[in-house]
């Protein structure tokens, strides 16, 4: 006898042999156990699930000489004749080859002659979609209301293609799609049988491969014995089929969880000697990261439809839900970039590499172009003041008002020094030394006679200390300095600064942000310095009485402020720092006179300060505690030990940082500002008249605080 292929020779012959499609067997078992039969069934489904095989097998129920049964008894003549396929009372009909409307009139001719055997005359139509619409309409009638002795049995792959006018006549069943499960079960009872040795990854192989079809599985399985000789091994099943082991993605995922690239690339190397499709990889990739996210989301919740699923709970367990999340996303995107790779095993590659790049808190150097030319030249600054010695104290802030020149007074000739350029707004206020005490009386500024020339002086009248208050705010200069005659040089008045508890809240608008970051146009709606009065033009200018010291109760303490709008962030930071006392720290309001910035300032202000003597612990929610890195921790430390003038011991532990933060206290207080601005314009009496009279509204969102 000849050989016949495991498709056929397993077909189901009876209802408890199938795999798969319960809910279809169960409602037929049942209308047939009470004869409750409709005349016509639909069964739709893919290829290979059992349509045509559960329509043979009503046939047998129908029309077995044992009666109407769900267990037929398959050893009758016409039971015999039905597996055999030459059955008279059953008509089988391909519908793909017989689409014409005459063949269709033809066939309904000789429905209303009974049976010659069997209990009902069974048409049996495959493919159905495939019938033109003249046929749909020529069995319309007919399918409506049939002879009692006749049964109508469909089967399609493409419901959507019936007219619903057949469809509403019908019992529609629509089958399943095989599991992996179901599929691996029945390959296993299959092999068994025929005495077939087999591994069981080769079964799943061919599982994953059938894309669940049970008749797919089966032509795969022959196909395999054959490559094989007569015996299935994952090695040959892989080959065969162009793809690779489960356990080589098992692998992968190992070597990207471990961080180990050279030990990703060996294994990449070795799966390309089978030259496999890099698409079908990366979607086995994104299945594994999706059954380890659902794992991890939900424990267990993985399924072993590749037959792997305690390696799935081993990689939940090893691999974190952010880098599950990262893997998927490179996987998903690198499966899109790959058909415009000019290589696949380049794309394919290049997708690892950024799993293994991009994780959170890998090490890796920063891109100098990821960060705007002001934020680089202030890490410069601020990276060059941590390598060198600290830079002297500067200058005592310059007061707010200066003596006016007499008019007897005439300017020296310029120095050297003074006849060069103005130095930047950054060094202003650090680089002037302290003048000396003269013995002339009349020792003219040098920024006084810059609008005249050398050997001019002033006109009467005029007020150049008022003139270049103007000028100043543009230029940048650091304000003069004028002798007083016949007075010893006066002593610079300190301008009254407010205190940290003073500093204004725009401040504290961005945590990401450092003493160094503000911007020098801050100066211009900070505090300008305020212009001396003039005198009448009439009258001589009179020597200016020194001017008393303000009554202030305590020494005013210098915060960053005036240093920023003289646009010197260094000379801030410094200022800051030394106006608040170590044993006065607060961490959430004194936080910028640490000084940080970039990544490192941005990670600490999300932290909760607690010291304990000699060390410091600060708490980072789990999110902002992965992306702190080793580097992160050491700017960190030199930042407190530069304060608080001591070594100190850092510690960073994973926790609830709570609401004591510099972030939400920087978050509270631009709260408040917005807050106080919005009730500041609802409450102005010309906002108030102008809604009244043109029934106006405040737009909301539009208003913002003044900084």
């Known amino acids: 006898m000849s050989y016949q292929v495991l498709a056929r020779k397993w077909r189901p012959k009876t209802f408890q042999d199938m795999v798969g499609q319960e809910h279809v067997l169960k409602a037929l078992v049942h209308a047939l156990d009470h004869e409750r039969l ?106 409506e209301e049939p002879p009692d002795h006749v049964k109508f049995l469909f089967a399609t792959t493409d419901p959507q293609k019936l007219p619903v006018t057949i469809l509403s006549r019908c019992l529609q069943f629509n089958l399943k799609r095989m599991t992996p499960e179901h599929i691996v079960s029945h390959l296993h009872h299959v092999l068994e049988q025929e005495q077939i040795p087999f591994e069981d990854p080769a079964l799943w192989l061919l599982a994953r491969a059938a894309d669940g079809s049970m008749r797919d599985a089966l032509s795969l399985t022959d196909q395999a014995i054959a490559f094989g000789n007569q015996k299935l091994a994952a090695s040959d099943v892989s080959a065969m089929l162009g793809t690779i082991d489960q356990r080589d993605i098992q ?92 290589d696949a095993r380049m794309g394919f590659e290049m997708a690892l590499l950024r799993m293994l790049t991009f994780r959170p808190g890998s090490e890796r150097r920063d891109p ?59 060094n202003a206020g650090a680089s002037q030394p302290e003048p000396a005490p003269t013995p002339e009386p009349q020792a003219a500024a040098p920024a006084a006679g810059e609008g005249h020339s050398a050997g001019e002086a002033p006109a009467a009248g005029e007020t150049p200390a008022a003139d270049e208050d103007e000028k100043e705010p543009e230029r940048g200069d650091p304000a003069p300095t004028q002798a007083q005659a016949p007075a010893p040089q006066p002593t610079p008045e300190p301008q009254p600064q407010s205190g940290p508890e003073d500093v204004p809240l725009s401040a504290y608008d961005d945590p990401s942000l450092t003493s160094g970051d503000y911007d020098e146009s801050m ?42 709008e003289a646009g010197d962030a ?103 500002r917005q807050q106080a601005a919005e009730a500041s314009i609802a409450e102005d009496p010309i906002v108030q008249n102008i809604v009244q009279r043109f029934d106006g509204t405040i737009v909301e969102g539009s208003i913002e605080p003044v900084k």
Not at 307 to 325: F, Y
Not at 399 to 425: G, T
Not at 577 to 605: H, I, K, T, Y
Request: hydrophobic share 40%; net charge negative; charged share 25%.
């Open 38 to 143: 409709h005349h016509a069934y639909l069964f739709t489904g893919t290829r290979g699930v059992g349509k045509t095989t559960i329509g043979r097998l009503l046939a047998r129920c129908l029309n077995c000489e044992t009666g109407i049964t769900s267990s037929p008894c398959g050893e009758c003549n016409t039971c015999q004749e039905i597996l055999g396929g030459r059955f008279v009372d059953l008509i089988e009909i391909d519908a793909a080859s017989r689409t014409k409307v005459e063949d269709m009139r033809e066939l309904l001719d000789n429905v209303q002659y009974a049976p010659t055997r069997g209990r009902f005359k069974i048409y049996l139509i495959d493919e159905v979609h495939m019938l033109s619409n003249s046929s749909f309409n020529a069995l319309l009638k007919t399918l």
């Open 251 to 342: 692998k992968i995922v190992g070597a990207l969880v471990k961080g180990d690239g050279p030990a990703m690339l060996t294994e990449v190397n070795r799966i390309a000697e089978f030259s496999p499709d890099y698409a079908v990889i990366l979607s086995d990739l994104l299945s594994l990261f999706h059954r380890v996210t659902l794992e991890q989301v939900v424990p267990g919740s993985a399924d072993n439809a590749m037959g792997d699923a305690d390696q799935v709970k081993s990689i939940a367990r090893e691999v974190s839900a952010e880098d599950a999340q990262l893997f998927y996303q490179a996987a998903l995107i690198g499966r899109k970039d790959l058909t415009i790779t000019p």
């Open 368 to 426: 100098p172009t990821i960060r705007s030319q002001g934020q680089g030249a202030l890490d410069e600054r601020s990276g060059a003041q941590e390598d060198s010695e600290p830079a002297p104290a500067p200058a005592a802030p310059e007061p707010a008002s200066r003596p006016s020149v007499p008019e007897s007074a005439a300017p020296e000739p310029a120095s050297p020094r003074q006849e060069a350029p103005a130095p930047p707004a950054d």
């Open 570 to 672: 260094a000379a801030a930071n410094e200022e800051t720092r030394a106006s608040v006392d170590p044993a006065e720290f607060e961490w959430q309001r004194d936080f910028r006179v640490l000084g940080l910035s970039g990544m490192a300032g941005n990670l600490a202000s999300q932290a909760a300060f607690r010291r304990e003597g000699a060390s410091v612990v600060l708490t980072l929610d789990s999110g902002h505690a992965r992306l702190l890195t080793e580097r992160h921790r050491e700017r960190i430390g030199e930042a407190l030990n530069a304060f608080f003038g001591e070594s100190l011991k850092l510690t960073v532990e994973e926790g609830e940082s709570g609401p004591e933060t510099p972030a939400a206290f920087a978050e509270r207080a631009r709260v408040a």
């Open 523 to 564: 100066s211009m709606d900070a505090a300008p310095p305020a212009p001396a009065e003039p005198e009448p033009e009439s009258a001589p200018m009179p020597e200016p009485a020194p001017e008393p010291a303000p009554a202030a109760a305590e020494p005013a303490r210098p915060t960053a402020t005036a240093a920023i």
